[in-house]
């Protein structure tokens, strides 16, 4: 899921192309690489590149490509300060104030008996006890199972491991968006949406845990394919309209920001999730809709 990002913030504390230009032909070339994309204009470049979520118990993934990005880039961004403690603050005081159901509605009250079933078996295959999650409302609910997907597994995500290495080179580090704005994709939710994210996720659980090895792989060859598939399509085909708000509406604004970024002269590294570079108008689509170059670059 592609909002392990939100997941791990509240587990702390609880040259120019017309708009329809084709990207280069780079972009079509077989790679055995994570996806890095380089976009730039005139003045300006930045390397996008896609993460996973799932832990890596070595480096393997870091390619030479990766390196020579960074090396080249005066800044690297992310999509949240999820390791900042005022953030931390922020996102334990959202989720005490709205994390909560209004009026003691149990959580396993809104849910058909399909689903229920679900949520207690991916409860217990969490450590949660279904006492802990019913007073929750469903994004919160979500936050806390989506965080321990991959509980136990070796190794650290890709993504901690670059901000740790932004940090040890001493290189600024910027984010894309503040907690509030994140964590308020699932706050601002409407109700059945909220449910029927929470009802996808429960059912999806298990095959993200034993499909974890095999998700790992496919993003470390470069497999668009199958990181769409199973980053993106469970949710795309059982709540579609989640899907919009969380996913397709983000990709849209995510290029409005690295837009801006791009219209100041430097060179900056990008790490996302990879569930935003990849299925059907994926942020490279939407950057060269925009006029810039994008170009996948292989290893």
Not at 142 to 147: D, R
């Amino acid at each position: 899921m592609i909002f392990r990002l939100l997941a791990a913030c509240l587990l702390a504390f609880v040259l120019a192309l017309p708009a329809s230009a084709k990207k280069k032909e780079a972009d079509a070339a077989p790679t055995v690489a994570p996806p890095l994309y380089k976009i730039a204009d005139e003045d300006s470049a930045l390397y996008l590149f896609g993460t996973i979520g799932a832990p890596a118990a070595d480096r393997n993934w870091r390619t030479r490509a990766v390196a020579r990005a960074i090396d080249r880039s005066e800044t690297m961004w992310f999509e949240a300060p999820v390791d900042d403690p005022l953030a931390m603050e922020t996102a334990n005081r959202i989720f005490t104030e709205r994390g909560r159901a209004a009026g003691g509605v149990a959580l396993s009250s809104l849910l058909d008996a399909e689903s229920r079933a679900a949520l207690e078996a991916a409860a217990a295959a969490s450590g949660l006890s279904m006492e802990a999650l019913d007073p929750l409302r469903p994004w919160a609910a979500f936050v806390l199972l989506s965080g321990r997907v991959h509980q136990g597994a070796e190794g650290e995500p890709a993504e901690a491991a670059l901000l740790a290495e932004a940090k040890g080179r001493g290189r600024p580090v910027r984010h894309l968006f503040s907690i509030e704005d994140s964590l308020g994709l699932l706050t601002e939710l409407p109700p059945a949406a909220e449910r029927d994210l929470l009802e996808s996720f429960a059912r999806d659980f298990a095959r993200q845990r034993v499909q974890a090895d095999a998700d790992f792989a496919a993003w470390a060859a470069g497999d668009l394919q199958a990181i769409d598939a199973s980053l993106n399509a469970p949710l795309r085909t059982a709540a579609p309209t989640v899907f919009e708000k969380l996913v397709a509406e983000r990709t849209l604004a995510i290029a409005d920001r690295l837009a801006v970024i791009l219209s100041e002269p430097g060179t900056a590294f990008v790490a996302l999730n990879a569930g935003y570079l990849v299925g059907a108008d994926a942020l490279p689509d939407a950057l060269a809709a925009r006029g810039f170059v994008v170009e996948r670059i292989s290893e």
